[in-house]
């Protein structure tokens, strides 16, 4: 039953008890077997007053604080359109981004603090609730500034074992790589890391760049998507062969197999000569990647949307310098 239901509830049967008083009082003001006496009688009336008129003042802050939440929950639709109309997002159930935790945490504050609200005025939003709002239309304004704004992409399927970075980490990566091409003629593999693929494409439109991946959702990105199973590693087209410059990695699985199998791409994919390859693994692949690759990992943590039970690493074939938090060699 609804905190409603049950004021409506509490409120009809107060109204009864107050009924049958006054009847009472009524029918028996002269009978001396009555046990109340009138003065009595009229103070628990009183009191019913009192209690359905508490009723009444709870039910009315009920209904404000739905219609505010009411209110926030079309405004963060709207909002959530908006972007999905500016940034092409596929499924906004997906958007487990900050902003959404944020509205979320709003609303909860929102409700949480209605509670302090003096008895007669009218819900406000807390200082602490409206930083946060502040912070949420702030952080919308940038993005359709388009200056800082959050890439399009669907949503995780895990049995493809999909786990998307960070907004940051994509962005760390993606500046290293637009670091490490110099002009047009740079070209760019991404394996199995769609999420840099698209960060590279929204901070540098012209950068040339394939996306080798398994999960067909991303032919939505036209030329620029090749099927990819790491199971039959040299399966792809013969102009893609030793075409790269920078060939960046992020293997679907742990596995010994698995590495050897995309080693095998990233051979394929590398152009003679200076080349840059990057991989994104976990921390167990380190012997490994050593081994395979010759790969050494660099001090910068790579960072996923849903915290990850494995520890994950960036290697690289290259000395850093100072940049991805150097090199562990
Ligand atoms: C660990 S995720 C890496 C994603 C990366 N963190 C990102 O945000 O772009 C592994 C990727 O491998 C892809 N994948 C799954 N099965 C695959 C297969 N058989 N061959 C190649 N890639 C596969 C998944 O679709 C997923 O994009």
């Known amino acids: 039953m609804s905190l409603k239901e049950e004021l409506q509830q509490r409120f009809s049967s107060l109204c ?16 001396y077997d009555f046990k109340f006496t009138s003065f009595q009688a009229a103070k628990f009336q009183g009191e019913v007053l009192n209690m359905k008129q508490e009723n009444n003042r709870v039910a009315d802050e009920l209904q404000r604080g739905l219609d505010l939440v009411t209110t926030l929950q079309l405004d963060v639709e709207k909002a959530l359109a908006k972007l999905n109309e500016q940034f092409g997002l596929s499924n906004s159930k997906r958007k487990k981004t900050p902003s959404f935790y944020l509205v979320l945490a709003q609303t909860a504050t929102l409700a949480s603090e209605m509670e302090d609200q003096p008895d007669d005025d009218a819900p406000v939003l807390s200082s602490h609730a409206l930083a946060a709002l502040n912070e949420f239309i702030a952080e919308q304004q940038t993005h359709s500034d388009g200056r800082d704004s959050e890439v399009a992409l669907v949503s995780e399927d895990w049995r493809l074992s999909q786990f998307w970075y960070s907004a940051e980490t994509a962005r760390t990566v993606a500046q290293e790589v637009l670091t490490l091409c110099d002009g047009a ?3 760019v593999a991404c394996i199995a890391c769609p999420t840099l693929y698209a960060y590279l494409k929204n901070m540098d439109p012209t950068v040339s760049a394939q996306l080798l991946e398994y999960d067909k959702r991303f032919e939505q990105y036209g030329s620029d998507f090749t099927f990819y199973d790491y199971n039959h590693p040299e399966e792809l087209p013969s102009e893609l062969k030793h075409s790269y410059k920078v060939v960046v990695a992020d293997p679907p699985y742990l596995s010994e197999e698995c590495l050897e ?7 394929f994919l590398l152009q003679p000569g200076e080349s840059f390859l990057l991989l994104l693994t976990g921390e167990v692949q380190k012997e490994r990647a050593a081994e395979i690759l010759g790969l050494h990992p660099c001090g910068f943590r790579p960072q996923h949307t849903s915290k990850l039970g494995n520890e994950f690493r960036l290697f690289s074939n290259y000395d850093p310098g100072t940049r991805l938090g150097g090199w562990d060699k």
Not at 16 to 29: V, Y
Not at 261 to 267: M, P
Request: aromatic share 0%.
């Open 16 to 31: 009864d008890i107050q009924e049958e008083i006054t009847t009472s009082l009524k029918a028996n003001a002269e009978d």
């Open 185 to 187: 003629l740079s070209r």
């Open 261 to 267: 199998k995309v080693a095998e791409t990233i051979s």
